[in-house]
């Protein structure tokens, strides 16, 4: 009984063992299961999912041009991402926030497909998987997202590509359409100044670009024009249309244009409108045979040219012609001629320059009339009035300009008030016996920004000597009390 017993315990304290070990292995592979917070392997809470603008169903679907798509990342364990069935490696991964490890990334993250430019007439496409993955590195099944990227062809075509437009030297002939048939932004742009662009409708100077980002193919045109050739060789320019992030090979028009076989001409031969700001314009004149001259006629000297002659010579001769600052409220031409020392005849090139929006109308600006001092001055003070008149502009203040006439240098501006809308007031003090002043009124006025005067013509009086009597009515010496202005 007491051997039973003896074993009876012992198996008690076996099985307990057991028991205990058994117990002691699940609470330890939970605690290897679980790290960060976050679920184990074999846990069924486990979950990946990822979002990014423009990925729908498992297809991210992008242009032909190079493109970055940032994806963000919720899962509850480790993760990695792959990228197979690719040809070459124009599809790449880049890792961006989160926490990570030897064995991948942690938690919640981001990650970039970054796309190189399509430059082939074909589209291709590669599959990028997000994998949830042990800590050994090692993928859990069943625990994956697929990305499907797709990524479109070039498409571009271009009337005219490759061939030559050929031009006569001496005429700028006829403008050739150019279309451009494409799915993604391009721009149009010449190699040489003599070429220039001549957009279409739908562009944005020289460039195109879908709206909103679509991928719709659409057929864009647009002209080139050319100036005459002032020289003596033929010469050669490129039209290009490129893409303004790379993503094709510029596909390029040839040029040509034959030389010159005229005597003498001058470009342009027509100046679009000048700006009221003024600018610099240059032209070209070609005379091989003789000597020339040119002189600029305008009212007042706002034009300026650098050179007003040249010999005759196989090269083109540059003239700039700066055109100044028309400040008035009128626009204005100008002519360049240009005389030939060989030759009777002359060539006349018309410069037209706008009128400043900001310049004052003399209709609207402020009038001020003549001045004059009422009754009662004395020896020391006077009071000086005058009209005014504003159409449109508010005054915003008024005075006189006074000076002695003996010393006209020594000029006082005195502030004076407004009554009525239309009459100033000018009480001047300070005045020295028998002397002659000058005065006349004035209104200020802001027009364009800028503060302004107007003012009337002059009135002379002169002030009493010493001898003049109190009470009597003549302006005198103890009289320096000024009459009422009621």
Not at 302 to 323: F, H, M, N, Q
Not at 336 to 365: H, K, W
Request: glycine residues 10%.
């Amino acid at each position: 009984m007491k051997l039973f017993n003896k074993i009876r315990t012992a198996g008690v304290a076996l099985f307990g063992g057991i028991a205990l070990l058994s117990v002691s292995a699940i609470i330890s592979g939970c605690s290897e299961n679980i790290e960060n917070g976050l679920y184990a392997a074999d846990d069924s809470n486990i979950g990946i999912s990822i979002d990014a603008l423009g990925f729908h169903n498992g297809l991210l679907d992008i242009g032909s041009a190079q493109s970055s798509t940032v994806f963000t990342v919720s899962s509850t364990t480790r993760w990695t991402v792959e990228v197979s069935n690719c040809e070459g490696s124009w599809c790449q991964i880049l890792y961006g926030e989160g926490n990570s490890d030897g064995a991948g990334h942690i938690g919640d993250g981001t990650f970039t497909v970054e796309a190189a430019a399509n430059r082939s007439g074909n589209s291709r496409e590669c599959t990028v998987t997000v994998y949830a993955i042990e800590s050994d590195g090692s993928h859990i099944s069943g625990k994956s997202v697929e990305i499907n990227v797709v990524q479109d062809r070039q498409s571009i075509q271009v009337d005219y590509a490759g061939d030559e437009i050929s031009y006569h030297g001496t005429g700028n002939g006829p403008y050739p359409e150019i279309t451009v048939k494409a799915n993604q932004a391009w721009v149009a742009s010449s190699s040489h100044s003599w070429v220039k662009i001549i957009p279409g409708p739908e562009m944005d100077g020289d460039e195109y670009r879908p709206e909103d980002g679509s991928a719709e193919e659409k057929s864009i045109s647009f002209h080139i024009s050319v100036e005459a050739n002032p020289g003596t060789s033929m010469r050669y320019a490129e039209v290009s249309i490129s893409s303004p992030t790379s993503a094709f090979t510029p596909i390029r028009l040839n040029i040509t244009q034959t030389a010159s076989t005229e005597t003498f001409f001058i470009t342009p031969t027509q100046v679009p409108q000048v700006a009221s700001y003024g600018e610099t314009i240059e032209f070209q004149v070609y005379s091989p045979r003789e000597a020339w001259t040119v002189s600029a006629i305008s009212a007042g000297d706002w034009v300026t040219l650098d050179k007003t002659s040249g010999e005759a010579s196989a090269d083109p001769v540059t003239i700039r012609a700066s055109i100044s600052a028309n400040n008035t409220s009128v626009a204005r031409q100008a002519s360049l001629v240009f005389t030939r020392s060989g030759e009777m005849g002359t060539t006349v090139v018309y410069i037209n320059q706008n009128a400043s929006a900001d310049a004052p109308n003399p209709e609207e600006s402020p009038r001020v009339s003549g001045a004059w001092i009422v009754s009662g001055w004395t020896q020391t003070w006077a009071q000086l009035r005058a009209y005014y008149v504003s159409p449109s502009i508010p005054v915003t203040g008024c005075g006189a300009y006074v000076q002695k006439v003996s010393d006209s240098s020594d000029v006082r501006k005195v502030e004076g008030k407004t009554i009525n809308d239309g009459m100033i007031i000018v009480d001047i003090e300070g005045l020295e016996p028998d002397t002659e002043y000058e005065a006349r009124a004035y209104v200020n006025y802001v027009q364009a920004g800028f503060t302004m005067a107007a003012a009337g013509t002059s009135t002379f009086f002169r002030t009493p000597d010493t001898n003049g009597e109190p009470g009597t009515g003549i302006p005198g010496e103890d009289d320096n009390t000024p009459p009422s202005t009621n």
